[in-house]
């Protein structure tokens, strides 16, 4: 037998609607759409000097008589080490942050059970954010709308979670084709010097 929300016994008055762990969920989602911001930031410098240094090399490939300077690609490669050590750092916090996201929302519905709350938007939710972005949105925003039914609060991590999301994605967003444009401009270049 299932419990409808209108059966549902009150919650006693003044229980509260959030719990750390929703918070920290709702911050885990936070801090992963800064990292995506702080990965394209880190990422786009390199990417930029990376590609007018290709424009180089095939420019002096096809112009010089004895091809390109060897020294030229192991420093290309020297300067992609340590962009490819930082994505691997990144995406081990990203990990690490996903799983704190998991715990949290384990904790809350825990947490909302010994508050008193008959029904809890399953934690499990919460592994969405494996296949998409996106996905770490479904927890916060399962729960908030399952919280606000019984107890008339609960509104606040699901916003907030939701405004970092769509701030991190308009910045990324923003950012990619900034740099795609970048890299288009470095071909461009290339194709300057090689006529």
């Known amino acids: 037998m299932t419990v409808s929300y209108a059966s549902a016994p009150a ?10 762990w929703g918070w920290i969920n709702a911050y885990g989602v936070v801090a992963i759409a800064v990292l995506s911001i702080v990965q394209l930031w880190a990422m786009s410098d390199v990417m930029l000097k990376y590609f007018r240094e290709m424009a180089f090399l095939i420019a002096t490939a096809r112009t010089a008589p004895g091809g390109y300077p060897s020294s030229i690609a192991t420093g290309m490669f020297a300067e992609m080490m340590p962009m490819t050590i930082a994505f691997t750092l990144i995406g081990l916090v990203s990990w690490a942050l996903f ?15 010994r508050l008193g709350y008959p029904r809890r938007f399953h934690w499990a939710w919460s592994f969405f954010g494996l296949f998409t972005p ?17 107890s008339g609060a609960g509104w606040a991590p699901m916003w907030l979670a939701i405004a970092a999301t769509t701030v991190g994605l308009l910045v990324t967003l923003g950012g990619a084709v900034w740099l795609f444009f970048s890299m288009f401009d470095a071909i461009a270049s290339m194709r300057a010097m090689v006529a």
């Open 11 to 20: 919650l006693p008055p003044g229980t509260p609607a959030h719990t750390r």
């Open 99 to 113: 799983a704190l996201c998991v715990v949290a929302a384990y904790r809350d519905h825990r947490d909302l059970g």
């Open 134 to 150: 996106f996905g770490l949105l479904v927890y916060p925003i399962g729960r908030a709308v399952v919280v606000h039914r019984q």
